[in-house]
């Protein structure tokens, strides 16, 4: 061991059983936060925020970080203390809200690390193996997974100007509350959300651990993967617009019923992703009035659209609308579409994956390259700071979903590899 180089002996040194005692001391008090039996609840802007805040700035004080929340309602915890203005420090982390019944690795396993890391290069740092030379932040983004308000990656989004200020204050949750609204009622104020220069600044560079979201990591028989590039995506509301009347009066030749134009809509969806190797998922949609003796007068449906280029991408949801307009016209039901978010293509920090993939050589461990469909804040932010990403193998790749999983020595391989990424990086003159 005492052969590796610096960064590399420090992945190579760390105790994992002590490391895996932390982490499910931490993974336990953090499940006591919005976990219900049918999967995890935690959303931008609620009380179950504000605790998942507050278990945040414990840690951080329990290692005498330094907590900021930005403008943006991203949270950092700062080892060696936050940077001034102008100075660039070294950042690992991820997000803590889910998806609606999520799982509880997808963000959280990143922000878990992240804390382990410091301790893991303090204690080195406390032996005199590891000098730090920048600030070391760990990161909570704001609303990752776009759950309550319909547009992901909110926080990182708004930080690199990719989204709009005004448009972001206005969205609305499910009961009409907006951003500006639901930041407010949580003490944050809305009408400092922006791009903000300044923290990518300090920010620096990123290293991010996630979960893997598939199966690449399990077929390459690898724990830990660099992630290459995250396809583009992104979300567009479909409106059927028909006619309410009685389910059981009203003849069917007679009706504009706005469920059919949309079923026919989601089997296209499924159809065209098929032909162009792409993603296509209607998983939002309510009917309205919603009456079960009530011909449905309205469909208001999100698609999820994904593929490996934005050409495949631009086709795929191109294809949709017409399969929808055409399915309206049949049916006498009025179809508009409108794009709520897009993400284009990421391709990762170069330097940052050869310096991930040097460490790994240098320790000997097989750390391939994988691309994703998921969108990352590290995706986001890739195009203003040099961003990278780990993935820690899932056992059967499902996400989004509380079966997500992943085997303790994988969560530990993940540990090394941030360890020895955030060594070289945070050490280095
Ligand atoms: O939806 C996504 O791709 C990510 O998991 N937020
Ligand atoms: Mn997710
Ligand atoms: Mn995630």
Known sequence: MTDLP??????????????????????????????????????????????????????????????HTDANGNIRAWWGGRPADGDAGVVTGSHLDSVADGGKWDGPLGVLLGFLAVDVLAAAEARGEFTRRRSLGVVDYMDEEGTRFGVACLGSKLMSGALDPDKARGLTDADGVSLAEAMSAAGADPDRIGRDDVEIIRSGVQVEVHIEQ?????????????TSAIWPHGRWEFVFSGLADHAGTARLVDRKDAALPFASTVLAARAVAEELDARATFGRFHVEPGGPNVVPARVVALLDARAATDGVLTELVDRITSAAQEAGAVHGVDVTVSRISHAPVVEFDEELRELHGKLAAESGEYLPEVPTQAGHDSGILAPVMPTSMLFVRSPHGISHSPLEDAADADVIAGLRALVRSLAALAGED
């Open 214 to 226: 598939g199966r690449q990591l399990v077929g390459l028989e690898a724990p830990v993967g660099v």
């Open 6 to 67: 610096a960064a590399a002996s420090l992945g190579a040194a760390l105790d994992a059983d002590s490391a895996l005692a932390a982490f499910h001391r931490m993974w336990a008090d953090l499940d006591r936060i919005g976990v219900h039996p049918t999967g995890t609840r935690r959303y931008s802007w609620t009380a179950e925020d504000a605790a998942l805040r507050a278990w945040f700035t414990a840690q951080a004080s329990a290692r005498g970080m330094e907590v």
